[in-house]
């Protein structure tokens, strides 16, 4: 054997003892590179991000992760202990959730698939509660706990009896035609109060206008197909508005379409002084620039007449969009408004405000969310519906009003 043979084989044997003393000393270099104290549970924006199944693992050591504190005032109304569960998934897209009190079940809308959800509180159990729903959007219960549903298909609002009947609240203004009743809140003089944007106006949540309407200028579209008889025969006639139904049945414009345009969600606040409604995007059909994603606050006097209309808020979170969309107030006066950050991870979910408009906590969900309620017995659980899901977390606050 030569030198360079001997060589050789000397250099291999230092490189693996080498090799060998790293493996050795590896394991304990990196575990004193751990950060000091306990692992952060997951959440939306961890990699992987939570999962919010029931399999999923445990979040909440003392807070849930993703219900994120903005301000002091809002340790007062997050739960602790409480996890944000997502209760089911299944929906193309979740909106109008609402809380039967004397059922004691969650109602939610799943707009494309044109049916009503009921959430069984006692057992948990989901199933189907009306179909066809007429592509229902807007769903809440008033001061006698009848069901109140904004159709889209339809273009109406209407009122589910005690007895099983139906009632029409409005499907008109002025002898017009309506563009797709939105959202509904009840009033304690028996007033119902709603919005009329024209989202319900496309193939995928309604029907789109008849041949030369808005929504179908070119004719092109068939709004007739795979509908029912009478559905794709009308064409939208009234721009977006806010409307009061008196207890009469007489329907009176109370909001214009230049002071808040497409209006979407609305809320009252506790002592119905004051009622907030949401502006959101162009809708089909429209030929303005449409909403920009804001809430409008104004004063509702003795009369039932609005005045000193002014913006409540733009909902730009540490530079992000967190467009609203619908809105509860807890006894409290603030403002519990869901969340669409679009592709903004961790954005999306639920922003609190109080009535001076300041942003004090927030909810994190890993899918755009449409619309929120309080419900359960104690009216302490926020419901949310996001997208394909619902979801529910516990607050230490209670919901204002019914539905």
Known sequence: MDDSTRMSRRSAMRTLGAAAGLA?????ALAQ?????????????????RDFGPGGAPTTYFTDPDVITVDPIFNGLRQPNAAIKRLWTGALWSEGPAWSSQGRYLVWSDIPNDRQLRWLEDDGGVTVFRQPSNNSNGNTFDFQGRQLSCEHLTRRVVRYENDGSITLIADKYNGKRLNSPNDVVAHPDGSYWFTDPP???????????????PSNSAGRLKPRLGQRLEIG???????????????????????TE?????????????DYKKLYVISTGKGPGDTGPGGKGEMYVFDVGSDN??????????????????????????????????????RSVGYSGVTVWTPEAKLIGRIRLPEICGNVCFG????????????????AVYTATQGAGPG
Not at 24 to 28: G, K, Q, R, T
Not at 236 to 253: F, K, Q
Not at 258 to 269: A, C, K
Request: charged share 15%; net charge neutral; proline share 13%.
């Open 258 to 270: 230049n002071q808040v345009p497409d209006p979407n969600g609305l809320t009252f606040s506790p």
């Open 376 to 391: 359960g017995p104690k009216r302490n659980r926020l419901f949310m519906a996001a997208s394909q899901s619902l979801y």
């Open 33 to 49: 590179a751990q950060p000091a104290g306990p692992v952060a549970p997951p959440s939306t924006v961890t990699t992987p991000p």
């Open 305 to 342: 007449k609005l005045s000193n209309g002014k913006l409540f808020s733009n909902f730009m979170v540490d530079g992000v969009k967190c467009g609203p969309d619908g809105a509860r107030c807890d006894v409290d006066g603030n403002v519990w408004c869901s969340s669409n950050a679009g």
């Open 233 to 255: 025969d009308s064409k939208r006639e009234l721009p977006t508005s806010v409307y009061r139904v008196d207890p009469s049945g007489r329907v009176d414009l109370v909001v």
């Open 199 to 213: 989202y319900g106006g496309q193939l995928y949540e309604g029907a789109p206008d008849a041949p030369g309407g």
């Open 24 to 28: 050795l000393v590896a394991p304990a």
